[in-house]
């Protein structure tokens, strides 16, 4: 009887085409959507990538700077050089081909006499560079620049106060030290553009509310014919509610399931190692959207479309408490009000997933996970209480 | 004028849904127009980047350090527990952790520079890259100091009077690096609101319109089809216009020196461009609807995913070439090239590519009025 029934809601599930579309392709394409837009966030503004810079110079002799850039472009890779003349630099700028323009002034017949009589060949005050935007590739372009300069000033005050350690304070330029050890916090560059796709998961499971309240509309008698003409039969009505319920849960799971394996390995979206446990959190979310649904459905008298409002307002809602709509809002709610985040399930469920991809034990993640099954418990023990041994006088 | 004025009846069915739009779009673009208006400025100074220290030194080096950091970068308290760095770290609010051990000083004295510092951060990130650079900039220039015989506390002074000198870097154009306006970010987000109004509102008019037995009903009325389609067309017309003179009303209101100045007039010709474009995608789309569930998928999925494609929200320059090709194809691309082009534009003789982006705007708004027209004419002759 259970299989019996739980085939022919899988049947009719299914062929609800709006609610697959909700359930199944909205999430597929708000996920291609925030992938194209800002997948390549991280890689692109996060990531360092050799810096693409243009060097103009007019002098034919040996240039030191020129000397520097190339030794920070093949030992350090930090730059990638290019030399062009002044008008293809500028294209190469405007074409957000390079970073920026470093040029060497020529100098005046003045200034290399000067030069000469002070014994220096080039001063490093020539260069400037030109940018077209502010931000880390500019900065550090600007910070080489800089240390070429300081470097020079350094020797200049060493020259001055100490002459004859000036050949020391060369080595240490040439020895080049390295001072910084380097230990990362984690393998992989993450940042808080990964949290849209953990509240697009949480918002895929809680489009079980539509399926939960179906199930609610099609159980009482007063909502929905169909209910009213399945109260008559003699079967136990709770014979007939679960097998439904175990059916909508079943489709809604396997919806959740395939937006996120198209999203981990079709759109390429890192969601961690540990995919079981991305399944079991997804099974959990899906099972306080069909409860969440359910109760709705079975809370009260109103109307179909008000309870329908009722459920996407507060399914939308969750979804933007969870950083759906604006990315940071977990971290906002965390430091303003935290008590939202233990009991949004939206929140719950992509704080979750965020535990499970960046933390290294299982503390937090369990945290979540025992909170959500305290809210599958609290919604599936109220839908049914308000369902229970109801009987109708008239409808 | 019955149909018109049944045009505007069945269309104040959606007010609420129009006025839940508005009031949406209002929000969220005030809240943007302010937070971003502190971004942009006129002259160019290095990214600050936001550093945890931790500094066990009890000598002077590790607090030169500190202190230099502090004036150029952004200082913030370590987190306790390693989970909270994860998260801080996570989202960015932390960029880099420096360790400074307690013998710093003495060692970095003694020649035992290698690796003496630990710096903790995001792999591969660039933020991290540039701080590195910084700290190894200081010290290589305290090193050279010591190295050439002076006292640390003199080569501390110094090495702090060399780090105090920059470099002029300029901006290639003078546009480059200006502040955006307000109405740069209130025009920005146009085409989504746009596309959402004109799918869900008019698009339940004509959906009504085009019902198959009130059709049928007004086709064998007294006023004449060409008659009904003249009031529909107003209707669409005054619709059009009323949306968009009410979202520049609101553009006066958010930024009124903006929406009155050059770049202002040409933002408006681009809104009611896209205006007109986004009615006739609206037509375009009440072609395959047959209730107002199904509109309503029509418009998330037209006006979403012309808004993300087109760089509507988040942004174009981090968008993949290929993606960025396929996004020629579509309206609201051009829209928002058009908007960035007009924030450089000085006089109308420069606005050559957003005069190009109005007109490939309109070609599109062309074709899809032309398809939905196909479409309508197709279905007619199935009945």
Not at chain 1, 147 to 156: C, G, V
Not at chain 2, 268 to 280: G, M, P, R, Y
Request: include cysteine.
């Amino acid at each position: 009887m259970f299989f019996k029934l739980y085939r022919y809601s899988i049947l009719q599930t299914m062929r609800q085409k709006l609610t697959i579309f909700w359930s199944l392709l909205f999430p597929i394409i708000m996920g291609t959507l925030f992938r194209v837009s800002f997948g390549d966030f991280m890689n692109e503004t996060v990531v360092f990538h050799q810096i693409p810079v243009a060097y103009v110079t007019e002098e034919e002799q040996f240039d030191a700077f020129q000397a520097v850039l190339e030794s920070l472009e093949e030992e350090e890779g930090l730059v990638e050089l290019i030399l062009v003349d002044r008008e293809e630099a500028e294209a190469l700028l405007k074409d957000e081909k390079v970073e920026g323009i470093y040029q060497r002034a020529v100098s005046s017949a003045a200034q290399n006499l000067e030069r000469e009589t002070i014994g220096i060949e080039q001063s490093a005050e020539d260069i400037t560079l030109t940018v077209t935007k502010k931000g880390i590739n500019q900065s550090i372009l600007s910070s080489v620049l800089e240390q070429y300069q300081r470097t020079f000033q350094t020797m200049e005050h060493i020259a001055r106060e100490q002459p004859a350690g000036i050949e020391a304070a060369a080595s240490v330029i040439r020895e080049q030290c390295q001072y910084l050890k380097a230990g990362t916090i984690s393998d992989t560059p993450k940042g808080d553009v990964t949290d849209y796709f953990y509240a697009l998961i949480a918002m895929n499971c809680l489009m079980g509310v539509i399926m939960g309240l179906q199930s609610a509309l099609e159980f009482k008698a007063n909502l929905s014919p169909l209910a009213a003409r399945r109260v008559m039969a003699s079967t136990h009505r709770f014979g007939i509610l679960l097998p439904d319920l175990a059916a909508k849960l079943t489709i809604q799971f396997l919806c959740t399931v395939f937006s996120v394996c198209y999203l981990m390995f079709a759109m390429q979206v890192s969601l961690g190692e540990k995919f079981p446990l991305v399944l079991l959190t997804t099974l959990l979310g899906s099972l306080v959207g069909i409860f969440w649904g359910f109760f709705v459905g079975a809370a009260g008298t109103y109307k179909e479309t008000v309870k329908e409002g009722i459920c996407i307002a507060g399914m939308l809602f969750s979804s933007f408490l969870a950083g759906m709509m604006v990315g940071g809002m977990y971290r906002f709610l965390e430091t303003h009000m935290p008590v939202v985040n233990r009991i949004n399930p939206a929140s719950l469920i992509s704080h979750a997933l965020y535990s499970l991809d960046i933390y290294q034990g299982y503390e937090k993640y369990a945290q979540c996970m025992v909170s959500l099954l305290l809210i599958a418990v609290l919604l599936g023990v109220c839908g049914f209480a308000l369902v229970r041994r109801e009987r109708y006088a008239s409808i | 004028m019955q149909v018109f004025k049944v045009f505007f009846k069945v269309m104040g069915k959606k007010k609420t849904t129009m006025c839940i739009y508005i009031l949406i779009y209002l929000v969220i673009s005030v809240t943007i127009s302010y937070s971003m208006k502190e971004h942009g400025q006129e002259e160019f100074s290095k990214v600050s980047v936001k550093i945890a220290v931790e500094n066990l030194d009890q000598g002077e080096l590790g607090a030169g350090l500190v202190s230099y950091l502090g004036q150029h970068h952004q200082l913030q308290e370590l987190p306790e527990t390693r989970l909270a760095l994860q998260d801080a770290m996570y989202y960015q609010e932390i960029d880099y952790v420096l360790a400074i051990p307690k013998d710093f000083t003495e060692k970095f004295q003694t020649g035992q520079q290698e690796g003496i510092l630990e710096g903790t951060m995001v792999p591969g990130s660039r933020a991290a890259s540039f701080m590195e650079q910084e700290i190894q900039q200081y010290l290589n220039i305290v090193s050279m100091y010591q190295a050439a015989g002076m006292e640390q506390e003199r080569a501390l002074e110094l090495a702090a009077e060399d780090m105090e000198k920059e470099v002029n870097v300029d901006f290639l154009e003078k546009s480059d690096g200006q502040e955006l306006a307000g109405g740069y970010y209130f025009f920005q987000y146009i085409p989504y609101v746009f596309l959402v109004l004109m799918i869900l509102v008019f698009g339940s008019v004509m959906k009504t319109f085009q019902d198959k037995d009130l059709s049928a009903r007004n086709k064998c009325s007294a006023r004449s089809f060409w008659e009904q389609n003249v009031q529909i067309i107003l209707g669409s017309v005054l619709f059009t216009f009323g949306v968009y003179l009410l979202f520049m009303g609101m553009a006066c209101l958010i930024d009124f020196s903006y929406l009155f100045s050059l770049k202002g007039l040409l933002s408006a010709i681009n809104a009611l461009v896209f205006s007109i474009c986004a009615i006739s995608v609206a037509w375009f789309c009440v072609q395959f609807v047959h209730s107002s569930a199904e509109l309503n998928v029509m418009s998330n999925i037209f006006s979403l995913s012309f808004s993300f494609l087109g760089g509507v929200f988040g942004s174009l320059e981090l968008m993949g070439d290929s993606v960025r090709q396929i996004a020629k194809f579509i309206p609201s691309y051009w829209y928002v090239i058009a908007n960035q082009e007009i924030q450089k534009v000085e006089n109308l003789a420069q606005a050559g590519r957003v005069y190009q982006s109005y007109g490939l705007v309109l070609v599109f708004a062309l074709a899809f009025f032309s398809a939905g027209l196909l479409v309508n004419r197709m279905k007619l002759r199935t009945i």
